[in-house]
């Protein structure tokens, strides 16, 4: 199953306002511009209102970056310490959880 670029972002959304920050739901900007298509599945990156419309980066979100597989597998935000295309290389190479050990 491989998903359309406005599947990932309608997925982001959703994983955003409902999983991610449901307490800031009405504040979550997805940018669809943004989206990336890796063999793993789609990057999507987003902000808060607040930062975007004032720059403001104490409201920024920590990471800004969805990964959204297309394997249908659940959307989650990518881990802070490697960058995005490292990671969804990984992902896609079955490198990813890393085994104990290595």
């Known amino acids: 199953m491989i998903l359309a670029k406005d599947e990932?972002?309608?997925a982001t959304a959703q994983f955003l306002k409902t999983r991610a920050y449901p307490d800031r739901a009405d504040s979550v900007v997805v940018l669809p511009e943004?989206?990336?298509e890796f063999p793993y599945g789609w990057t999507v990156r987003f902000g808060f209102r607040e930062h975007l419309e004032a720059g403001n980066l104490m409201t920024a979100p920590f990471g800004s970056v969805v990964v959204v597989p297309h394997t249908g597998s659940a959307a989650?935000?990518?881990?802070?310490?490697?960058?995005?295309?490292e990671y969804m290389n990984?992902?896609?190479?079955?490198?990813?959880?890393p085994k104990k050990g290595s």
């Not at 990984?90 to 959880?97: H, K, M, T």
């Open 90 to 97: 990984l992902c896609a190479s079955g490198n990813w959880p």
């Open 76 to 85: 989650h935000l990518p881990p802070t310490h490697l960058p995005v295309a």
């Open 8 to 10: 990932a972002v309608a």
């Open 34 to 36: 943004t989206a990336i």
